[in-house]
C-alpha cells in the first residue's frame, strides 16, 4: 500500500497513500480528544451535580482542560482542511492539460517536464 494511489474522492481526484494515512493520522487525534472531552463532561456533570465545593472548584480546571482540547480539534481540522486542499490541488494539476473555461472556451494549461 506504500506510495500507492487512492481515486474515488467524489469527482476522481488521486490521493498518495501517504497523505491519506496523514489523514488517518488526524482522525484517530480528533477522536481520541473527542472521547476525553465526552469524559470531562461527565466529570463536570457529576462535580455540579454534587455541590461539594472542592469538586467546583475542580470544575474550573476541568473546564479549562475541555477549552484547550477543543481549541486543538479546531486547529486539527483546520490542518487537515489545507492539506486536503493541497493535495487536492496537486493532484487535479498533474491530472489535467487543459480545461474549459465557464464560457465553454478550453484554457491550455502548458505542463513543464522536469
Same mark, same amino acid.
Given at each position: ?5 487512492? %481515486?474515488?474522492?467524489?469527482?476522481? %481526484?488521486?490521493?498518495?497513500?501517504? $497523505? +491519506?494515512? %496523514? ?6 487525534? +480528533? ?13 463536570? !456533570? ?13 470544575? $474550573? ?16 481540522? @483546520?490542518?487537515?482542511?489545507? !492539506?486536503?486542499?493541497?493535495? %487536492?490541488? @496537486? ?5 489535467? @492539460? ?17
Amino acid at each position: 500500500m506504500e506510495g500507492g494511489i487512492y %481515486t474515488g474522492i467524489g469527482n476522481g %481526484t488521486q490521493l498518495d497513500s501517504k $497523505v +491519506v494515512q %496523514t489523514f488517518q493520522k488526524s482522525f484517530v487525534q +480528533v477522536q481520541d480528544i473527542l472521547d476525553q472531552n465526552r469524559l470531562l463532561i461527565n466529570e463536570i !456533570n457529576q462535580n455540579h451535580e454534587s455541590k461539594i465545593p472542592d469538586n467546583l472548584s475542580r470544575n $474550573v480546571g476541568l473546564i479549562r482542560e475541555l477549552n484547550n482540547n477543543i481549541r486543538r480539534v479546531v486547529d486539527l481540522y @483546520a490542518d487537515l482542511s489545507s !492539506n486536503f486542499s493541497r493535495s %487536492t490541488e @496537486a493532484s487535479s494539476e498533474g491530472e489535467s @492539460a487543459g480545461t474549459l473555461k465557464s464560457d465553454g472556451k478550453s484554457s491550455e494549461k502548458r505542463i513543464r517536464s522536469g
